[in-house]
Structure formats: structure tokens, C-alpha cells
Nanobody, 119 residues
Framework: QVHLVESGGGLVQPGGSLTLSCAASGSGFSFWTMGWYRQAPGKQREFVAR???????DYADSVKGRFTISRDNTKNTVYLQMNSLNPDDTAVYYC?????????????WGQGTQVTVSS
């Protein structure tokens, strides 16, 4: 079983910054991708960014140039540095990981962390 634990959400003023963290744990698993999705009230969950082992990271167009994803493989932790935040970034942010073991690949989700951008 894989567990994802997120932290770092909160309230920030427009133009401010926040860093989200997601720590993955799971005996016998490696993590092919780790990334972030978000869901604003009344909207569908949408892709934000992902780190892919051995490849360049992916970003949604709406966050390119403002958000940076990084991963510490020694800790199985992915970070999302969010700069120049605006009210449209307000959402619950969910960590996502595609975990691999000898049986195959499996997607896992964190519980979500609220990010609110407001003055």
C-alpha cells in the first residue's frame, strides 16, 4: 500500500508564494511519476504539474513560468513551488503518484491541501 501525505497549503495574498510538499511511502514501490492536480469549487479536477523519472517535468499552461516542481528521490518527496499566485489558483491541491512494483503501475492520490489566494 502507498500513502501520500501533503503539506504546505494555506492562505496567501495575490502575488505571494507557497510551497507544497508530498511525501510518498510504500514498501516495495518506486514512483514513476509524482505530481499535482487541483480542484476549484464547482470545477473538475485539473492537471497542474508532474515530475517524470528520467524526463522533463510537465506543466499546465496556466502555471508555466510561475510554478516549479521538483523531487527528492532520497525522500520520495515532491515539491511544488508556487510563485505569483492569483485568485484563480485557489483550489484544493492533490498529490498524485504512479507507483510501480513487480505487478505493475498503480495511481495513488493524497487527501488534498487547500490553497486560498485572497487579499
Amino acid at each position: 500500500q502507498v500513502h501520500l501525505v501533503e503539506s504546505g497549503g494555506g492562505l496567501v495574498q495575490p502575488g505571494g508564494s507557497l510551497t507544497l510538499s508530498c511525501a510518498a511511502s510504500g514498501s516495495g514501490f518506486s514512483f514513476w511519476t509524482m505530481g499535482w492536480y487541483r480542484q476549484a469549487p464547482g470545477k473538475q479536477r485539473e492537471f497542474v504539474a508532474r515530475d517524470i523519472s528520467g524526463a522533463m517535468p510537465d506543466y499546465a499552461d496556466s502555471v508555466k513560468g510561475r510554478f516549479t516542481i521538483s523531487r527528492d528521490n532520497t525522500k520520495n518527496t515532491v515539491y511544488l513551488q508556487m510563485n505569483s499566485l492569483n485568485p484563480d489558483d485557489t483550489a484544493v491541491y492533490y498529490c498524485n503518484a504512479n507507483a510501480q512494483n513487480t505487478a505493475g503501475y498503480y495511481p495513488y492520490w493524497g487527501q488534498g491541501t487547500q490553497v486560498t489566494v485572497s487579499s
